[in-house]
């Protein structure tokens, strides 16, 4: 295990050095805030750790053996050093005199910036909201009041976007995208209750997934228990047609394949009959479990459906809601619902900023669960969420 110490101004410029450096497997071990001079920028030491590389090269079976000895006392010996070197400076009380001034906003900047990692916000997204929150925290300071906390989530709130209830009660034809096992016909099914059965408004379901056998059967049953109309394609060039004739039956719910990466060619044709559809929007559905680098990549991967709006599921099986909250705002896509259970069909619910804000500080859950006794016969047989 190597340790490394680096100097800078702020915490992603240690993060992207540290990779570079280190490799993606660097680990933060610790950070501290320099002595700055009047009117000068804040630095950072910041120390990270990561593992000895394997040597490039493959012995022989003999010298193998003896490198490995040999790089294993080595190894021991050094991280022995580096560790007793750690033990000591962590023992050691701070010289006062080498502390840059601290403020009470300062110190509440810093303890915000540890929770946004500790909730696994990427390091970049975390250091542009600590910026956002000084002038807001200094200017409390200003009028005698240290309230901090209560300050944080309004802003993270208007962070993440979402889409005006205006906007979201015209749509017409929803269609949902994603990959397999995010809950994509789970989150239909509740939506068609939620909207269709709770608010009495006219929903029809159309399945075009049709990769796996009997891959329409779950939601065809669940429908049929909703009393939803539905209808499966087995060829997505018929969807505009489909769409078409039944247009006045109100608020469409498009149900698509699961593509993998050897599907491209099938995404392509479904996307381009998808376009087709006038007024479509397009809902990219994620596990709000997966961390950011998968969404991203998800993300990527189904650029073809052009989604603009995304739908998280699962957030009941997580305690770090920052690669969720990140993703939505990074990449500018509103969230109008969020499934927060496997149960059929009362787990979802309208997605709400201040909400996803308070669970990204451990302040509360983002997936509050009621118990309801909807969740009957409708969620036997389903998987997902």
Not at 107 to 125: N, Q
């Amino acid at each position: 295990m190597r340790l490394k110490s680096y100097f800078v101004h702020t915490m992603e410029e240690a993060l992207q050095t540290a990779k570079v450096e280190l490799g993606e497997d660097a680990m933060l071990v610790d950070s501290k805030r320099l002595e700055t001079p009047q009117g000068g920028r804040a630095r950072l030491e910041v120390i990270f750790a990561a593992p000895v590389p394997p040597p490039a090269l493959r012995p022989s079976r003999n010298e193998a053996a003896t490198n490995k000895r040999a790089a294993t006392t080595a190894e021991m010996q050094r991280f022995r050093g580096e560790l007793t070197a750690l033990l000591e400076s962590l023992r050691r009380k701070p010289d006062a005199s080498l502390l840059g001034p601290s403020t009470p906003a300062a110190a509440e900047l810093d303890g915000l910036l540890a929770r946004l990692l500790r909730a696994e916000v990427p390091a970049a997204s975390a250091d542009e909201v600590v910026e956002q929150c000084r002038p807001v925290f200094e200017g409390l300071l200003l009028q005698g009041s240290k309230n901090f906390e209560d300050a944080v989530v309004p802003l993270l709130a208007a962070e993440w976007p979402q889409a005006p209830k205006v906007v979201a009660a015209k749509q017409r034809v929803l269609a949902f995208a994603g990959p397999t096992g995010a809950g994509k016909t789970s989150a239909i099914a509740k939506l068609a209750f939620l909207l269709g059965v709770s608010q009495g408004k006219q929903v029809f379901v159309i399945s075009i997934d049709n990769l796996r056998i009997g891959a329409t059967d779950q939601l065809a049953h669940l429908c049929s228990l909703l009393g939803v109309p539905f209808q499966s394609l087995e060829y997505t060039g018929r969807l505009p047609a489909a769409v078409t004739a039944n247009s006045h039956r109100g608020l469409i719910l498009i149900d698509t394949p699961g593509y993998g990466q050897g599907d491209a060619d099938l995404m392509a044709e479904t996307a381009g009959n998808l376009v087709r559809v006038d007024g479509l929007v397009c809902h990219l559905v994620l596990p709000a479990t997966l961390r950011y680098n998968e969404m991203q990549r998800q993300r990527q991967h189904f650029a073809p459906f052009a989604p603009s709006r995304v739908l998280f599921t699962r957030l009941d099986e997580t305690e770090f809601f920052g690669p969720a909250w990140a993703f939505a705002r990074n990449n500018r896509l509103a969230a109008d619902w969020a499934s927060t259970g496997p149960g059929i069909p009362e787990d979802i619910q309208d997605a709400d900023a201040t909400s996803m804000a308070s669970a990204l500080l451990g302040r509360a859950s983002a997936a509050p669960r009621t118990t309801t006794p909807l969740a009957s016969a409708a969620s036997a047989g389903t998987s997902g969420n």
